[in-house]
C-alpha cells in the first residue's frame, strides 16, 4: 500500500488548465482515469489526509504509485480523450458499465450486394443498419416475420443462399412469398436493395407511408374487382398494423429520443435507457456498475452517455436526449453530443406531461433492475471483500488477494491436453487476461506434468517482463493476443505483467506440488499457492498432509469455487475447439505442395471428397491447376486414407452423405459416428 504523500506532484508543477490525468500502479498499469477543468484544482483533491476522503477514493489512492497529466485545450476535447484512454486502458478503479445482458438488435446488411435481415448481438459493424436493441430475440422474429409479408427481403444464410444460387431452388421462404429469392434471380440486386431500403424505413417509424400506399392499392383492386389481390393487400396492411401494435406509441409528434434513468445506492448504481423512435418505444436496455468512488448522479448521466454514444454517429444519437440530473459543468458534454450527430442535441430534464411520466417509467425500470441486480449477484462490493478476507484468513496470506489466477488442465483420454488461465480481480472476472495453453513438453496424460509446464511457461514469461527485456521465452502466440500490448510504460494489458497474490489450481496435492516447484524452479517466494480439490472442495496448501476445510456457507469458499469452475470451463472450450479441429482434417492434408486454392479447386470440380476419392488420375488432372505427378499424388493419399465414417444428423438422426464444400446441415453440426463422447475435462 502506497502512500500518496510519496508520489503527490507539487503544487506549481501541475498546470491550472484542462486535462486529462491518470493514476497507475507500482506495475506501471492504469488504474485511474479522470478529466478536469482545472488539473490544479481536482488532483489537489485526491492528496487530503486519507480520513478525510471517500472509503473506495482512498482505496484507489493507495493503491496508486504516480499520477500524471495531459493538458488540451477545452472540456470537450477532455471529454474525447478521457473516453479514448478509459477504453484502451481499462482502468479497474474507473466506472465501468456492465450490461445486465447481451442485447440483441434487428440488422440489416446493407453492405452486402443482397442485404439480409437477421439478429445480431455484439459490436455494430461498419454499412449494417441496426433497429434496438430489443430484449428478446423472438421479439425480433416475430417482428420481422410479420414485415416479410410487405418487405420480403433475405434472412437466409450465406451458405443456404449459395446453395439455392447453385441448385436453381429457392427455399421455403422464396416458395411462400415470404422472400423475394433474388438467389434464383427472382428479383435484381437493386431491386432487393429496394425492398431492403423500403424496410429500414418502416423499422426507422416511417410507417405511414406504406399504409396509406397500401390502402389505395387495395381500394384501385376492389374496383378493378380484382378481390384476391384486395385480400392480399388487406392482411399485408393488417400485418403492418400489428407489427406496429407491438411497440405502442408514448409520446406525440413522431418523437425521436432517448430516456435515461439512474437507481443507485452507496455500492451500486443500475442504468436503464429507453429508445423512442417515431413515438414509440423501439428498444430498452440496462447496464450496472461498482462506485469505485464518490459519485454523483450527473456523473453517473455523463459515463452513461459516453458508453451509449462513445461509438455513434449520425442518426444513431437521437435529437432529444431526457436525463434525471445533468453532467457538472452540460456545456461539453452537450457539445461533445451535436458533434457525434452533427446537428443540435437537446440534452434535458423533463419537468411536464408525457416525457416527465415516461421518464418516471424508466425510473421504476431502473429501481427494479437494481433490485434483481442485487439478489441475482451473490459478490456484491461487501461480499466479494468478505470472501477476499476470508481467503486472506483461511490461507494465513498477509493481505486479501486481489488478484487470483487459476489453471486447470483438461484432455481427453490423453490427447489434445490443453490448459487454462483465468483471472479474478477483486473477485470479479477479467476476461480480457485469460491466456490458454497447449502441452507441448511431452504427449500423453498427466496433469501433473502439465501443471507443473504450464505454471513454469507462465512465470517465466512474468520474470522476462518484470526484467523489461522485451524478449519472450519461446513463441507461444495461443498464449497471448497482440504485439500492441507488449510496448512498456504505456498502461496496457501486458500478456503476463501482472503477478497475481494467489495462484488456485484445479487439484489437490499432486497438482499443489507440481505448481509450487515450478515456482521454487523459477525463484519466485512471493506468490501463494493452493488448490481446490473437486470431490469435497478442500483447499490443500503446499506441504501441508491436512487440507484447509472451509465452511459451505463461506463466501471465500464460494468466490474459489467460482474461480475453479470458470477455469474449468475456459480449458474445456478449448480443449473441444482443439478436437474439432482435429476431426475437420481432410486426406488432402498431407499432400505436399497442394494449397487451400486448389484443394478448394478440387471439390468445386467433383462436389465431394467421396466423388474425389472415385475420380481417376485423368479425371483430377482435368481441374485447373493440377499436373499429372500432383494428381497421381492426390490419388495415391486417398487411396491410402481411410474413408471417413457416415455422418449424422443430430436433429433427425438421419445419416447424411458428404457435406457440399461450404454447408453445413441444417439440423445442427454433424456428429462423426465412432467420434469419441464428449465429456469434461479430466480432473484429479
Given at each position: 500500500m502506497a502512500d500518496p504523500s510519496s508520489y503527490r506532484p507539487k503544487p506549481g508543477e501541475i498546470p491550472d488548465t484542462p486535462g486529462v490525468y491518470r493514476f497507475r500502479d507500482e506495475h506501471r498499469r492504469v488504474i485511474y482515469v479522470g478529466k478536469a477543468k482545472s488539473l490544479r484544482q481536482r488532483l489537489a483533491n485526491y492528496f487530503q489526509d486519507l480520513a478525510s476522503l471517500h472509503p473506495r477514493t482512498r482505496t484507489m489512492v493507495t493503491t496508486a504509485a504516480s499520477v500524471e497529466w495531459t493538458v488540451v485545450s477545452t472540456e470537450v476535447e477532455a471529454l474525447q480523450l478521457e473516453y479514448s484512454w478509459i477504453k484502451e486502458f481499462d482502468p479497474r478503479f474507473n466506472v465501468k458499465y456492465r450490461d445486465d445482458k447481451s442485447y440483441p438488435y434487428l440488422?440489416?446488411?446493407?453492405?452486402e450486394e443482397f442485404p439480409r435481415v437477421q439478429v445480431m448481438r455484439g459490436h455494430k459493424r461498419k454499412g449494417v443498419r441496426y433497429f434496438g436493441p430489443y430484449g428478446h430475440a423472438w421479439a425480433i422474429r416475430d417482428t420481422v416475420d410479420l414485415l416479410l409479408r410487405v418487405f420480403p427481403v433475405r434472412t437466409c444464410s450465406a451458405g443456404v443462399f449459395k446453395n439455392a444460387t447453385r441448385t436453381g431452388r429457392p427455399c421455403l421462404l422464396g416458395y411462400i412469398g415470404k422472400c423475394s429469392a433474388p438467389c434464383v434471380d427472382r428479383v435484381s440486386a437493386d431491386e432487393h436493395r429496394d425492398l431492403a431500403e423500403e424496410f429500414c424505413d418502416f423499422m426507422a417509424g416511417r410507417t405511414g407511408t406504406y399504409i396509406?400506399?397500401?390502402?389505395?392499392?387495395?381500394?384501385d383492386a376492389a374496383e378493378e374487382m380484382e378481390y384476391e389481390r384486395a385480400a392480399r393487400l388487406r392482411d399485408d396492411i393488417g400485418a403492418l398494423k400489428k407489427a406496429m401494435e407491438k411497440s405502442a406509441v408514448v409520446l406525440a409528434d413522431a418523437t425521436d429520443a432517448d430516456l435515461i434513468a439512474v437507481a443507485e445506492d452507496e455500492l451500486e448504481a443500475a442504468v436503464q435507457i429507453f429508445h423512442v423512435r417515431g413515438g414509440r418505444v423501439r428498444g430498452q436496455r440496462g447496464w450496472v456498475t461498482d462506485k469505485v468512488e464518490e459519485i454523483t448522479t450527473g456523473a453517473l448521466v455523463e459515463h452513461a452517455l459516453q458508453q451509449l454514444y462513445g461509438e455513434e454517429k449520425g442518426d444513431s444519437v437521437p435529437k432529444e436526449v431526457l436525463v434525471p440530473a445533468l453532467p457538472e459543468p452540460v456545456e461539453p458534454v452537450q457539445e461533445w453530443l451535436t458533434e457525434r450527430r452533427g446537428s443540435g442535441v437537446s440534452l434535458r430534464i423533463p419537468q411536464r406531461g408525457d416525457k416527465k411520466a415516461l421518464m418516471e417509467t424508466v425510473q421504476r425500470n431502473a429501481q427494479q433492475a437494481l433490485v434483481l441486480h442485487k439478489t441475482k449477484r451473490a459478490s456484491d462490493l461487501t461480499t466479494r471483500s468478505r470472501a477476499l478476507e476470508e481467503i486472506a484468513e483461511a490461507l494465513d496470506l498477509d493481505s486479501a488477494p486481489l488478484r487470483i489466477e487459476c489453471y486447470d488442465i483438461s484432455h481427453l483420454q490423453g490427447d489434445d491436453v490443453v490448459a487454462s488461465m483465468v483471472v479474478f480481480e477483486d473477485g470479479l472476472q477479467r476476461k480480457s487476461e485469460y491466456r490458454r495453453f497447449q502441452i507441448k513438453g511431452f504427449a500423453g496424460q498427466d496433469d501433473v506434468r502439465s501443471m507443473h509446464e504450464v505454471i513454469s511457461r507462465r512465470f517465466r514469461r512474468y520474470l522476462a517482463e518484470k526484467e523489461k527485456t522485451g524478449e519472450w521465452v519461446d513463441d507461444l502466440p495461443e498464449e497471448g493476443t497482440t504485439e500492441n500490448g507488449l510496448k512498456d510504460d504505456d498502461g496496457r494489458p501486458k500478456k503476463f505483467a501482472y503477478p497475481p497474490q494467489l495462484v488456485v489450481v484445479d487439484g489437490g496435492q499432486p497438482q499443489v506440488a507440481a505448481a509450487k516447484k515450478a515456482l521454487d524452479e523459477l525463484g519466485i517466494d512471493d506468490i501463494a499457492v493452493c488448490g481446490l480439490a473437486k470431490r469435497l472442495e478442500e483447499v490443500w496448501l503446499p506441504g501441508d498432509d491436512d487440507p484447509v476445510v472451509l465452511p459451505r456457507t463461506s463466501e471465500g469458499l464460494y468466490l474459489l469455487q467460482r474461480v475453479r469452475d470458470?477455469?474449468?470451463r475456459f480449458a474445456i472450450t478449448y480443449q473441444r475447439t482443439k478436437r474439432a479441429q482435429r476431426f475437420r482434417s481432410s486426406?488432402?492434408?498431407?499432400v505436399p505442395g497442394l494449397g487451400d486454392t486448389r484443394k478448394q479447386a478440387l471439390l468445386k470440380h467433383f462436389g465431394s471428397l467421396k466423388k474425389l476419392r472415385s475420380a481417376t488420375i485423368d479425371q483430377i488432372c482435368e481441374v485447373p491447376g493440377i499436373?499429372?505427378?500432383?494428381?497421381?499424388t492426390i490419388a495415391v493419399a486417398l487411396a491410402q486414407a481411410a474413408p471417413a465414417a457416415p455422418a449424422v444428423n443430430t436433429a433427425t438422426g438421419e445419416i447424411m452423405d458428404e457435406e457440399e464444400p461450404g454447408t453445413t446441415?441444417?439440423?445442427?453440426?454433424?456428429?462423426?459416428?465412432?467420434a469419441p463422447d464428449e465429456r469434461r475435462g479430466q480432473e484429479t
Open positions: 440488422a440489416v446488411t446493407m453492405n396509406r400506399r397500401l390502402e389505395k392499392q387495395m381500394k470458470e477455469a474449468h486426406p488432402l492434408d498431407d499436373g499429372r505427378k500432383t494428381a497421381e446441415g441444417s439440423g445442427g453440426d454433424p456428429v462423426t459416428a465412432g
